[in-house]
């Protein structure tokens, strides 16, 4: 495998915890993509049997992978300011 290559990240057991996920990466400068067998979103439920794929560069999967795993920090309060 090259770092060329394009791997699975992670599965999911739905499209909108991938997409998610995919959009955290993306925020954070690693591309991302979902990959489903779900026919076009058609049949959801198809994700129990098939996992919705989150596909990163094999050059970028420990970067997403510390992402993905890092706690999230609590966003200021907006009203502490005043």
């Known amino acids: 495998m090259s770092e060329d290559d394009i791997i699975?990240?992670?599965t999911?057991?739905?499209e909108v915890e991938a997409s998610l996920a995919a959009s955290v990466l993306e925020a954070n400068?690693?591309?991302a993509q979902v990959s489903a067998?779900?026919?076009g979103g058609a049949y959801p439920s198809l994700a129990l049997s098939f996992?919705?794929?989150l596909l990163v560069r094999?050059?970028?999967a420990a970067f997403a992978r510390e992402i993905l795993d890092s706690p999230a920090e609590p966003l200021e309060?907006?009203?502490s300011h005043e």
């Open 8 to 10: 699975v990240l992670r």
């Open 12 to 14: 999911y057991g739905n």
């Open 29 to 31: 400068g690693v591309p």
């Open 37 to 39: 067998d779900t026919a």
């Open 51 to 53: 996992p919705v794929r």
């Open 58 to 60: 094999g050059q970028d």
């Open 77 to 79: 309060d907006v009203d």
